[in-house]
């Protein structure tokens, strides 16, 4: 099956995302790249409904987090794709919302026993 890529450029630096997937046996393979380099990923998962990528990525002196969150587009059977540097969305899909749960709004449903973190 063909590759789904999504590419960023944030300050300077260019953050790719690659999401590969194989029907037989159905399997994902997720990776997040700055610069070319792969910094984080998740290979050989079966098909999963969303996968996080993240990695704590050393500029000059500082540390970034980059993070890169595939899940499908609300109202669409498609993938999506958010990349996000320091907690800002800077890439991907900007315009399209992704079926992917808001992390504190998860955290505190699960530690409040109010829910299970899943999108409603």
Same mark, same amino acid.
């Given at each position: ?31 997040? #790249?700055?610069? *070319?380099? =792969? $910094?984080?990923? +998740?290979?050989?998962?079966? /098909?999963?409904?969303? !996968? ?35 907690? #800002?969305?800077? *890439?991907? =899909? $900007?315009?399209? +919302?992704?079926?992917?749960? /808001?992390?504190?709004? !998860? ?14």
């Amino acid at each position: 099956m063909k590759d789904r890529i999504w590419e960023a450029d944030y300050r300077g630096r260019t953050l790719r995302v690659v999401n590969r997937w194989a029907l037989r046996p159905p399997r994902m393979n997720e990776t997040l #790249e700055v610069e *070319g380099r =792969e $910094v984080a990923a +998740r290979r050989g998962g079966f /098909v999963r409904l969303r !996968a996080t990528l993240r990695a704590a990525v050393g500029l000059e002196g500082t540390t970034r987090r980059d993070e890169a969150r595939i899940a499908q587009r609300a109202g669409s059977p498609r993938t999506g794709c958010h990349v996000l540097a320091d907690g #800002e969305l800077v *890439g991907g =899909e $900007v315009g399209n +919302r992704l079926q992917y749960p /808001v992390p504190e709004i !998860a955290r505190s449903q699960v530690e409040t026993g109010e829910g299970d973190g899943s999108i409603p």
